[in-house]
């Protein structure tokens, strides 16, 4: 046999004994049963393609959300009227105990008014004095980046399935939310958008939004938002009807 030729098989040799390891690693790092990412079958992109609508069509839900922010995490425990695009919520910071940390929040697409002060429970009657109004940032606040998707989450029909389909979007996982099973899926990468910034969406087998979560600013952590249907109607102040 020519040296050449041996050197050669030696290298692939020593190459294989390296790499065997390596891949042994790599498959310890998954989860039993774990699968990998996928493109959406026809009726998982059917089933995406009605989050929005159905959220549309039970107009009102509770939500509990914990949203990373410079400030701390933000946990808002209340309300969304996904037709009318208003929200209703209390508000607290993890980990702070002060006035500022704390309070009632009523929103819209435009216009956040916030009543500073812990305690309080985003229920009904609405308080009618102590708010403190200002227009909602369309950019650099994580706090209204959150409030804002989340009054933005409904549409009057469903989504093209098709295009759903054909997109970036991806079945991640099955998973559970409580005791109801979910598939969690990963969104359309937005044109312009790094594809870290995609929402992900629990979805029941009914086509029901359960969880959502959200790349906000520059936190390594996603905001979780929890959706239970049908909840009461929300009362707005005159600064968020108007």
């Avoid at 409030?147 to 933005?152: D, G, P």
Wanted: with cysteine; proline share 7%; aromatic share 6%.
């Amino acid at each position: 046999m020519k040296p050449r030729r041996v050197r050669l098989i030696a290298a692939i040799i020593v190459f294989a004994l390296l790499l065997v390891p390596l891949l042994g690693v790599l498959m310890s790092c998954a989860r039993p049963g774990e699968a990998m990412p996928r493109s959406l079958s026809g009726a998982e992109a059917e089933r995406l393609a009605l989050v929005r609508f159905i959220n549309y069509e039970s107009r009102t839900s509770s939500v509990r959300a914990a949203v990373p922010s410079a400030a701390g995490v933000l946990v808002l425990d209340g309300r969304v009227d996904f037709v009318e695009h208003i929200g209703y919520a209390a508000m607290r910071t993890e980990g702070r105990s002060d006035a500022a940390s704390a309070g009632l929040l009523q929103w819209n697409p435009e216009v956040l008014a916030f009543r500073a002060g812990t305690g309080q429970v985003a229920a009904d009657p609405v308080p009618g004095n102590g708010w403190q109004v200002r227009p909602v940032q369309r950019a650099g606040n994580d706090l209204d980046t959150a409030l804002n998707l989340l009054v933005n989450l409904a549409a009057d029909r469903p989504d093209n399935a098709q295009l759903l389909q054909q997109s970036s979007a991806r079945w991640l996982r099955a998973d559970k939310v409580g005791d109801t099973a979910v598939d969690v899926f990963e969104g359309p990468q937005q044109p312009g958008k790094e594809a870290t910034g995609r929402l992900r969406y629990w979805v029941g087998g009914d086509g029901r939004l359960h969880r959502l979560e959200a790349r906000i600013g520059t936190s390594e952590q996603p905001a979780l938002i929890d959706f239970r249907p049908n909840a009461a109607p929300i009362t707005p102040i005159p600064a968020i009807r108007a």
